[in-house]
């Protein structure tokens, strides 16, 4: 089972409406909230641990999460209020999110509510701005270092700087979970905000110095690239008529993800042994499986079924 962390709220998106109005279409979102729909959708068995609202909208979300099969055994029910994210799209569909989630149920969350999971998860992935923001982020790293004896780790930075603007406070903060995690994937916008100045390869080799594994790095329509102890590869991205890019970094976490399972990857040691060749058709089938998300509005992820041929090549 994967283990999925963090927020789960709705995005809204704005169109011009009559006059001084504005007409929002609220879709079901954040970053965690999709990973773990995305890994269901592949087939996966997926939980969610995080706070969700006993307000219209988290009873919402949670019916959303059980319609996917998304395992609900650990998420924490308050009555804080559901996290709102307006989003607003430039001229290419990349979008910018302004946050209204102060002390909302996706932060509220605290070391007393981690759960006990019933065995070890495959992977616990946390991010996004869960993992910078208090209670959450202090309770997320609680649990890491109670649980990564026995569990992979994964880590996606996700900044968001309409959360909190300073980069000083992300970059430290990314800096300092990078040890604990065995994948890390993080994309070129979000190096830019936090280390602006310092090559992309010189901080995914100081990731894996420090006890990272599998560095991921996400270029948009650009492809991606991946880092490790051995080797270093990139591929190519592929063309696709972009609705817009909501969902598509999340969409690429769960697939990857979900592709290192197919690739038997079930501890540390067979981690670094992934090969060049190998981590090569795990990008192929994560982009793919992005650009799927990115011909569609909103976080509208692929089902394995979308993806049969990508599957299949992964062996």
Avoid at 107 to 112: L, Y
Avoid at 150 to 171: G, H, K, Q, Y
Wanted: charged share 25%; hydrophobic share 45%.
């Amino acid at each position: 089972m994967y283990v999925i962390c963090g927020e789960a709220l709705f995005d809204l998106f704005g169109e011009a409406g009559a006059e001084d109005g504005v007409t929002f279409d609220a879709r079901i979102g954040g970053s965690p909230f999709n990973v773990a729909m995305g890994l269901a959708r592949l087939g996966e068995t997926a939980g969610f641990f995080g706070g969700i609202s006993n307000d219209a909208l988290g009873v919402k979300l949670v019916d959303k999460f059980r319609k996917e099969g998304v395992l609900d055994d650990y998420i924490l029910r308050t009555d804080y209020l559901t996290t709102l994210s307006l989003v607003q799209k430039d001229a290419n569909g990349h979008p910018a999110y302004t946050f209204y989630g102060a002390n909302a149920a996706d932060r509220m969350v605290t070391t007393e509510d981690l759960p006990v999971f019933r065995e070890p998860p495959f992977f616990l992935h946390i991010g996004s701005y869960t993992a910078l923001v208090d209670p959450i982020a202090g309770a997320l790293k609680a649990l890491i270092e109670r649980e990564r004896r026995n569990t992979l780790i994964s880590f996606d930075p996700n900044i968001r700087p309409t959360v909190e603007p300073d980069m000083a406070l992300w970059r430290r903060n990314t800096e300092g979970l990078a040890p604990l995690a065995d994948v890390i994937k993080v994309s070129d916008e979000d190096l830019a905000l936090i280390a602006p100045d310092e090559p992309i390869a010189d901080i995914a080799r100081r990731w894996l110095s420090s006890g990272t594994a599998l560095v991921i790095v996400t270029r948009g329509g650009e492809g991606a690239s991946a880092y490790s102890a051995g080797f270093e590869t990139t591929c190519p991205g592929i063309k696709v008529k972009v609705e817009d890019t909501v969902g598509a970094g999340d969409t690429f976490q769960a697939a990857l993800l979900s592709g290192m399972k197919k690739l038997k990857v079930t501890d540390r040691k067979s981690l670094a042994e992934l090969e060049e060749q190998r981590v090569g058709r795990l990008l192929e089938f994560a982009m793919q499986a992005a650009a799927i998300t990115c011909s569609r509005r909103g976080a509208d992820l692929p089902v394995i079924a979308e993806l049969e041929k990508e599957w299949a090549a992964l062996i």
